[in-house]
């Protein structure tokens, strides 16, 4: 059986049994304790497992793409380790539990996939008594082949979050792969895991403890890529159709053979894994970066890129990579094929890079080993790492080539700093996204916030909470914070207050749009709402300022939003769609949103793009999203099936999460996308717009900054007064302000090539004095307040001269910093960098290596006087002497 067989095979047995049948999702997670990269099939349940939402079936099944970060460095020195791999899951929420997962995961591995029962084995939690019944009684495994383990049979996404015991299916491959003992004795490559089992049933909270989650739920994972080496007879997934072929393709870029070199199958099985990982993380959005997930992907590309080079493949490898991924992953994820052009230029791009950036380190490392160590620091070695992306092994290597060592423990010292300071960023993170209780009472209360905005401005709601707090008084700077009153529940005038309603018509932050502002009135108060944000997934919060009386719970409001901000908002949202298109049509389909902000005041919109856009194609967006605007389209809004979205060509925004029903706007003839927020209702009300700036990011992303309506109007007056300004300062009309400014620019050119020649001739005049004053053929002098090119050419000078053998000259530009140059005759027997480096050490720096020409540098200039005489007395010494001094 191959991938395709067994992911079908896999999904049929559930299907018939009552699972719904859903896609993968995302490898990037949208849960705010989910972790950084989808790393398991539950992933995308964990709001159901917590609660928040509902279940979208009582069963379902899942093959779900997995990346996981721990593997990394450990992958291609075995076979069993992979970044990237599928999930095969089937999922209940508070419908079966233990026994049915047991007994179903039994028939499929033993009746669907053909397994014999004889070389399997299985592992329960230490305390799980009724699994271990179940797997004897129900299913007739042995008590022989049924062990007992501790922490590797109990389940956790991560430090919090859902948990439970687990029990896990074993195949055993016999005594060729490692001693017998079963999984909890025996050799890890003998006994392989193929499925885990996870009855979820707690949520461990931040200080460990472990709480029961609102139901018992299945959560179960079985690795495609562990299956498959078992149903095709192969010694490893490597060997297998979801990564042979890709490891072909890495054998013929490299030229190495697979299986002919122990040391060399470590590097062709990490490229194959690689090539995998970096398609699919470049497909779902992430690009390269030096943080978070895009230092993910910039990992994978930059080690298959080393490993490449190490190899032998001198031409880029990545294009090929992914190419080979595509074609045997497409027909399974047909988002791949479609984003071929993006997944090849990001990882294009991104190999290139790191190819300039080994050149980079290179010359750092020169650098540093030009000093003459006799090892290269640990925290050097880290900075070349961590900052230049330099691999630590070719570090070694380099340093090695020169007899000189590597502080290891030092560099292992900066990356454990290094690694602590991730780790407590990630707590924290965890922290300030646990759910309050008291918004979870709320939300299971009264349910979901009922949003009314979309037709009403105005809307009557119940109030059901009002929470008294001084978290926002650092977004208030001319409030100090404030106690919390005696009775929290009631909110008096000044207080701070976190505002629920049943319904409102007030937009909260969402999918880059701001929340609103307005105010909600009662009876007995009135308060200035200054934000609107989700407390939790549906519950909306309004953050507000007490401004008359007071306000309490079960209160009948007025929640009326400040409908000109909201207007402005509105005709910027539309905005962005409209541009996303254009963008599209002008620069192609590859075009991806990666980001957005919806403010009153402006928009701006972050998309996936290789390199600047030039004057032309930014005119030619402007003018699409300008021709759209004037035709007036009407913007239609429906609410359709996910499926019929995608069939009518929507784009959904990255980042977002959408249900099986989703909203669907329409805006002109190139814009159909997913979106909730909130728009014009035709496109005539958006006014002009202007693009007032264009620039990157980051790797591969452009941000385009726009003004729309009144804003528009107003940039375009403020260019207009510019303009006019320039023309009164040249005296000249506005349409001849460019030809008078190339002009200028001309005349300047002019005169800074005069005084160039002009400084050249007095440095020429210079060193013919300094010629005239040299001593026995060496010239050591003191030059301040000339740039360190300068004093290179005023040594040059001097040393062409056939009566000069030596020049050092020293000296600081502007009294902070130290320039140093020697230069020597080519017959002289002297090395030019063997004399500036006692100087350098001496005004506390260092420079470079060279024999007839060298630079350096210095931070100390109080000492400049001393260098001089360093330099002075090492060219006193007798030759004998001198080539002694040069070998140290």
């Known amino acids: ?45 964990i709001p159901v497992f917590l609660g928040e939402e509902a279940a979208p079936a009582p069963r379902a099944t899942t093959i779900q793409k997995c990346f996981r970060t721990v593997d990394l460095d450990v992958v291609g020195t075995d076979t069993s380790h992979l970044t990237f791999f599928e999930m095969l899951g089937n999922f209940s929420f508070g419908d079966y539990f233990k026994e049915l997962a047991i007994t ?27 699994s271990e019944v179940i797997w004897k009684e129900a299913v007739g495994v042995g008590q022989e082949r049924i062990q007992r383990m501790g922490s590797d049979n ?7 979050g859902p948990c439970g015991p687990c029990s896990e299916i074993y195949v055993d491959r016999g005594r060729a792969h490692g001693a017998s003992g079963g999984p909890a004795h025996g050799g890890p490559q003998r006994y392989v895991e193929i499925w885990n089992l996870v009855f979820m049933q707690y949520n461990r909270m931040a200080d460990g403890s472990l709480v029961d989650l609102p139901s018992k739920n299945i959560d179960t994972g079985a690795g495609l890529e562990r299956i498959l080496p078992i149903l095709e007879g192969r010694d490893s997934a490597f060997d297998t159709d979801v990564l042979a072929p890709v490891l072909g393709a890495v054998e013929s870029m490299t030229g190495r053979r697979y299986g002919s070199d122990p ?20 497909s779902d959005g992430v690009l390269p970066s030096n943080e978070g997930r895009g230092y993910v992907l910039r990992r994978v590309v930059r080690r298959a890129t080393l490993r490449a080079f190490q190899l032998g493949a001198r031409d880029l490898v990545t294009p090929g990579l992914v190419a080979a991924v595509i074609a045997i992953m497409e027909d399974a994820y047909p988002k791949l094929g479609q984003d071929r052009e993006l997944v090849t230029t990001v990882v294009t791009r991104e190999e290139e890079g790191f190819r300039r950036t080994l050149r980079a380190g290179s010359a750092i490392l020169d650098e540093e080993l030009a000093k003459g160590p006799t090892t290269v620091a640990g925290e050097v070695a880290f900075r070349l790492h961590d900052t230049f992306g330099f691999p630590i092994d070719l570090t070694r290597e380099i340093a090695g080539d020169q007899g000189v060592e590597v502080d290891m423990a030092g560099f292992e010292s900066a990356m454990a700093a290094q690694r602590s300071r991730a780790r407590a960023a990630v707590r924290a993170g965890l922290a300030g996204t646990a759910g309050d209780e008291t918004y979870r009472r709320l939300l299971d209360e009264a349910g979901t916030t009922e949003f009314t905005g979309y037709q009403e401005t105005s809307s009557s709601a119940h109030v059901l909470d009002v929470l008294a707090t001084s978290s926002h008084a650092a977004s208030l700077p001319n409030d100090p914070p404030r106690d919390p009153p005696e009775n929290p529940t009631v909110a008096h005038p000044g207080s701070l207050v976190e505002i629920f309603l049943d319904r409102t018509p007030f937009y909260s932050e969402a999918g880059g ?21 989700y407390a939790l997934s549906g519950l909306v919060r309004h953050r507000a300022r007490v401004v008359e009386g007071h306000l309490q719970p079960g209160q009948m409001a007025t929640a009326t939003i400040d409908q000109e901000r909201r207007d402005s908002i509105r005709r910027n949202h539309t905005g962005t769609h409209l541009l996303h298109g254009a963008l599209r049509r002008v620069l192609g389909p590859q075009v991806k949103q990666q980001g957005s902000l919806v403010a009153p005041d402006r928009l701006r919109f972050d998309f ?34 996910r499926a019929e979205a995608e069939r009518r060509g929507a784009i959904a925004f990255f980042g977002e999460k959408y249900g099986e029903v989703v909203r669907v706007v329409e805006a002109g003839p190139d814009s159909v996308e997913l979106c909730g927020g909130t728009h014009v209702d035709a496109l005539g009300m958006i006014g002009p717009i202007s693009i007032v700036s264009e620039g990157s990011i980051g790797a591969g ?34 349409q001849e302000v460019p030809d008078r400014i190339e002009a200028l620019r001309h005349r300047q050119e002019v005169a800074l090539n005069d005084l160039k020649a002009l400084r050249s001739q007095l440095l020429a005049d210079e060193g013919s004095q300094l010629v005239r004053a040299a001593v026995d053929g060496v010239v050591v002098v003191r030059r301040d307040g000339l740039a360190q090119d300068q004093l290179r050419q005023l040594a040059v000078r001097v040393r062409n001269d056939d009566s000069v053998r030596a020049v050092v000259v020293i000296g600081t530009p502007e009294g902070q910093r130290v320039a140093l140059v020697a230069a020597v005759a080519r017959d002289s027997g002297l090395v030019a960098s063997d004399l500036l480096a006692p100087a350098a050490r001496i005004v506390g720096g260092g420079g470079g290596r060279g024999g007839e020409l060298a630079l350096a540098g210095g931070r100390d200039p109080a000492h400049i006087d001393d260098a001089l005489d ?3 007395a090492l060219l006193a010494d007798p030759p004998a002497e001198r080539t002694a001094v040069g070998a140290r």
């Open 513 to 533: 749009q701001v929340g609103d502002t307005g105010t909600i009135s009662t009876a007995s108060g009135r308060a200035v709402v200054m934000d609107t944000t």
């Open 701 to 734: 992303i452009r941000r385009i900054e726009a003004l729309t309506g009144e804003g528009s109007f107003g940039h375009i007056r403020a260019t207009e007064a510019t303009l006019a300004r320039a023309a009164q300062l040249l005296g000249a009309p506005p």
């Open 608 to 641: 996936s793009h290789h390199e600047r856009l030039t004057p032309d194609q930014l005119a030619q967006v402007e003018d699409l999203v300008n021709q759209v605007i004037m035709a007036n389209h009407a913007v239609r809004v429906t609410e359709t099936s």
């Open 263 to 282: 040391t060399m199958d470590v590097g062709l099985r990490i490229l194959a894994d690689h090539a995998r990982a970096m398609a699919f993380l470049a």
């Open 104 to 130: 179903m995961a039994w028939e499929v591995v033993t009746e669907v996939l053909g397994i014999d029962p004889d070389q399997l084995w299985v592992t329960v939690h230490e305390d799980d008594d009724e």
């Open 870 to 872: 360093a330099v002075r």
């Open 154 to 160: 109990f389940w956790k996404m991560a430090d919090t």
């Open 1 to 45: 059986m191959d991938a395709p067989g067994l992911r079908q095979a896999f999904t049929r047995y559930f299907a018939e049994r009552g699972h719904a049948v859903l896609p993968s999702v995302s490898l990037i997670p949208h849960h705010p304790a989910a972790p950084m990269l989808t790393n398991a099939g539950m992933n995308q349940f």
